[in-house]
């Protein structure tokens, strides 16, 4: 992990380790002030705790190091919930009465294997 750059939004950071800490409890800080109800749970106040999870997916990898493991799949999971609790949907993915397009497929051709 130590040989990528330790560079976020315009700061530098003396090292990676310390990027990733100040990245975890900036993204934490910010789901806390949305859960407390000092920031609203909007797209654009997520997005500062997403943005810096993202960056830090993107150092990782695919190896997340076992001493940030806990705390940044931790992470994710309130940004999902928050997610969820705003009515939040991916503006990829249609919904259409409570009801995913995959679903719909998937209802249709059950319907046309039945006969």
């Known amino acids: 992990m130590s040989n990528l750059s330790c560079k976020f939004d ?11 800490e100040i990245l975890l409890h900036e993204a934490s800080e910010q789901m806390a002030l949305i859960d407390g109800g000092k920031k609203k749970n909007s797209h654009q106040e997520r997005a500062y705790a997403k943005w810096r999870l993202v960056h830090l997916q993107h150092c990782f ?8 493991r806990s705390t940044y799949n931790s992470l994710w999971s309130q940004l999902y919930r928050l997610e969820h609790q705003s009515n939040y949907r991916h503006p990829y993915i249609s919904i259409s009465a409570g009801k995913s ?9 059950i319907n046309v294997l039945s006969y």
Not at 11 to 18: G, N, T, V
Not at 61 to 68: A, D, K, R
């Open 10 to 20: 315009g700061r530098e950071f003396a090292s990676l380790e310390k990027m990733v």
């Open 61 to 68: 990898g695919e190896y997340v190091p076992e001493q940030y």
């Open 101 to 109: 397009v995959g679903s719909r497929a998937f209802a249709h051709r």
